[in-house]
């Protein structure tokens, strides 16, 4: 899919490059805030490249806490560690438990967003770990 048409199928727009976070990231990805910075939960569009992919991480919590992905644009990947990897399109949902080691992205022929979803939960915060290897990237891309 070219760029121009994933942007006119992508609802809350691409936003800024995702600088913050780019260490944590293969390729280039871009964060579209939805909600103000503190309201709970907290709700942003993320954007991939065609195949970027953030790397694994947990998101940790004493209780409560977790991720929902609501897939809104282009096809991606999920994948919990020890698990196969889910193909995601728009319409998908993810729910994402706390304390899960987890990955997603873009497919390498395709842009994708999804709109990420912070759930409220007890002494929260996020792991972030190894790259997901090209070598497992290609495996999932054939």
């Known amino acids: 899919m070219e760029e121009k048409t994933f ?28 909600t103000s910075a503190g309201v709970k939960p907290f709700f ?4 991939f ?12 919590a004493k209780s409560g806490g977790g991720q ?26 993810v729910e994402i438990p706390a304390n899960v080691k987890h990955w997603h992205g873009a497919k390498k022929d395709s842009w994708f967003s999804h709109i990420a979803v912070e759930l409220v939960g007890e002494d929260t ?10 070598e497992e990237y290609a495996a999932l891309n054939g």
């Open 44 to 47: 942003a569009n993320v954007t």
């Open 49 to 60: 490249e065609p195949s970027c992919r953030n790397n694994w991480h947990i998101h940790k």
């Open 68 to 93: 929902l992905l609501l897939c809104v644009a282009g096809s991606g990947w999920y994948q919990e560690w020890g698990k196969p990897a889910r193909s995601l399109n728009p319409g998908d949902v």
């Open 125 to 134: 915060s996020n792991e972030w770990l190894e790259a997901v290897s090209d």
């Open 7 to 34: 942007e006119e199928l992508n609802l809350f727009g691409k936003g800024e490059e995702n600088t913050a976070y780019a260490k944590y990231f293969i390729g280039k990805s871009y964060l579209n805030p939805l």
